[in-house]
């Protein structure tokens, strides 16, 4: 399984752009990047995924590098409800979850 | 749709005892899998299947058993329940494509 490589935490200002990076170095060429979120205690939340191109929907975007070695989510206007785990996932039919990015969003 | 349906939501057990988390989906979708949470984790894999009749082992996959005799359940069995078995339990399914994994809302376990 390619694994994945995400900073621990990182704050964001209400309002802002918030960036979120993802390190993949050893995906395989037909491994899709998956991003989820979870808050709280909820039940994780998929976000968006993508293969080679930019991805973009309703509640983010998804930069894939050239090389697909990395990737950036993108979470254009940060709200606090916003304030989630956010996880970065290669995905090879099984959904496995790294210990993600803490995301918190102040005021 | 109501989307993936967990059985129970709370769920307290002693030591030994044995049962049944239940999960449903009305989606249609091939791919189901279970995880386990622990307080302050990350999720871990347990089992998963692919498609009806088609089962395999995740991450942690001791103590515990499935099956998946249909396309909607996928029910987890804990044998003989232990303490280090309390966590929250998530149940998700996909479609083969992979538009992204619906979870449910969960089972809360504790055992004493």
């Known amino acids: 399984d390619a694994k994945t490589t995400q900073p621990p935490s990182m704050d964001c200002a209400e309002g802002r752009a918030a960036n979120l990076p993802c390190n993949h170095s050893?995906?395989?060429?037909?491994?899709?990047v998956y991003w989820y979120r979870q808050i709280h205690s909820q039940g994780p939340q998929y976000i968006i995924h993508?293969?080679?191109n930019n991805e973009t929907n309703e509640m983010a975007s998804l930069i894939i590098t050239e090389d697909r070695k990395s990737s950036t989510l993108i979470l254009p206007h940060a709200t606090l409800r916003d304030t989630a785990v956010y996880y970065c996932i290669v995905w090879d039919y099984k959904l496995s979850f790294g210990a993600g990015t803490t995301v918190t969003v102040r005021a | 749709n109501a989307g993936v349906t967990q059985t129970p939501k709370f769920q307290v057990l002693k030591t030994g005892q044995s049962m049944t988390l239940q999960c449903a989906q009305d989606m249609n979708h091939e791919y189901m899998s279970w995880y386990r949470q622990d307080p302050g984790m990350g999720l871990r894999l347990i089992h998963y299947?692919?498609?009806?009749?088609?089962?395999d082992q995740g991450e942690v996959p001791n103590g515990y058993n499935v099956s998946r005799s249909t396309t909607e359940d996928f029910p987890l069995r804990l044998l003989s329940a232990a303490p280090s078995q309390t966590s929250v339990y998530f149940c998700a399914s996909s479609w083969a494509g992979g538009d992204g994994y619906t979870f449910g809302s969960g089972t809360r376990l504790t055992v004493v």
């Open positions: 299947s692919v498609g009806a009749g088609i089962t």
């Open positions: 993508g293969l080679k």
């Open positions: 050893t995906i395989s060429g037909n491994e899709y």
